[in-house]
């Protein structure tokens, strides 16, 4: 007997910048395999990303919602399992799920985002997991012990700020970041991927695949081999400034992710530059290496294949570093492709599509039905897939997309501890949304804070050009009032339960979110 769904494919590239890509115009050749590879799939040249940091934007991915509609926004917090995960509802819909994870707030923290893996393999943390033989008893029993002893340190950093931020110090972050394997390993996960494929297609051939796969290589801290820095930079190789400076930032774990008070010097921005491209240079040769190999096998022949960025990174652009106050471009505008021929033709889709429309995609694709009333945002696969977005109109969501950024309190404990008129004057602790409608992109912080943008003339956001066309900035603000009513509405206590058929409440019964 053989399957007759399709197999799913998701790959996030965690941390990736869309405008450092080569296939999206980026002045270096950064991703030729990801370039090729797109080739034959269809573009999202306007996907933004629910979220500016990977907790929110993960909870996005799998549920389908908003932030405040899932609730999953800081690292301490767990997603409510009135929200069925992705895998959750392919997991009753026979297939098989499993994850290869590089990221350790989604392989490591008890937040939910595991629900519904039958395997959950984590290449991050003081304990990575890969599938391997059967072992004798008592080596399985010591590290099955010691992974639990090393998941409990991790979520109990997520919940400390005082271990947070000795987490920070910057003669604590090299040694963890490098002896817990915090960026996982990018080369294991890909090989596992394929040799878990091939073992899947012998062993259950009637079940279709479910492959969740994060890979951290662009993420902080950038350590790229001499080689291709060699390549890509040779003056920033053998520059000794150059050298100590991004040892000292690698280093500073606040550094990555906090605001700053004057703009980096030239020098600086083409070292961090260097650094991060050539990081993107390795990943995407070892996710081509993959994705010919699965190609060659057939593995792909059946199978939709996406492949996007959670979030991106701040490097200094508007004065912030890493991922986690704001949503301007650099964080939110993100790569994404679709690869499934039958469904997704070879073309470049120009509209605002949300990437939490991800979840919607494998569902109306994978042909799952889902446990949701009719009036519920997850109700509506099929208006929601992306396959909706592919005739170049206007889908059901009018080509309107949003963002939230949730300040993480962790962080923002510090540096309100340390800098609290800074936080202050920034907004730092005032939750930040943007709104994305046709070529323009309003971005507040608070309930008066307001940026407008021409994203496509101006796609480093250089120019705030609210004050000069007042109507345009309330039709827009107009857009974010209806959305956040809208979330109001659905966290309204009788969307719990309420409202849902029988046969809806059976089957979260069957799930285990009711009793």
Known sequence: MTQTAPNVL???LDTQRRDRLSLYGYDRTTSPAFDNFAQDATVFDRA??????????????????????????????????????????????????VAFCNNPLVGVLNNGLQRGFDEFYNYAGASPNRPRERKGGIIREFEARFSRFARQLTNRFAHSDTLFRLGLNPLITPIWTRLANYKGHTAHSLQDLQTYWQRHTKT????????YVNLMGTHM?????????????????????????????????VGWISPIESPLEDWQTHTLNAY???????????????????KKTGALDNTLVIIGADHGEGHGDHNYFGHSFVVYQELVHVPLIVRYPDHFPQKRIAQNVSTRRIFHTILDVAGVKTPFAPDDPNGRIKELSLMSALNGKPDSEGGIAFSEAYPPVNLLNIMTGKRAPF?????LNQVRRG??????????????GQEVFNVAQDPTEASNIAPQDAPLTAQLQGHLNDFVASIAHHNAPHH???GYSDEVLENLRALGYLD
Not at 227 to 234: C, E, K, Q, V
């Open 48 to 97: 933004i990303a629910p979220a500016q940091w990977t907790v929110p934007a993960h909870g996005s991915l799998f549920t389908g919602l908003y932030p405040s509609q899932h609730h999953l926004t800081q690292a301490f917090d767990g997603l409510s399992g009135v929200h069925p995960t992705l895998a959750e509802l392919l997991q009753v819909a026979d297939y098989r799920t």
């Open 423 to 427: 936080v202050e004057k920034l907004r």
């Open 221 to 253: 801290p950038l350590r790229p081999s001499a080689s291709t820095l060699d390549r890509i930079a040779p003056d920033v190789r053998r520059s000794p400034a150059s050298q100590r400076w991004m040892a000292q930032h690698n280093a500073d774990g």
């Open 496 to 498: 719990a339960s309420q």
């Open 204 to 211: 259950s051939p009637k079940h279709p695949l479910f492959a």
């Open 10 to 12: 998701f790959i996030v």
């Open 276 to 294: 991060y491209d050539a990081s993107i240079i390795e990943q995407d040769a070892l996710l081509g290496q993959a994705l010919d190999a699965l």
């Open 435 to 448: 709104v994305y409608h046709g070529d323009y992109k309003l971005a507040t912080a608070g309930t008066d």
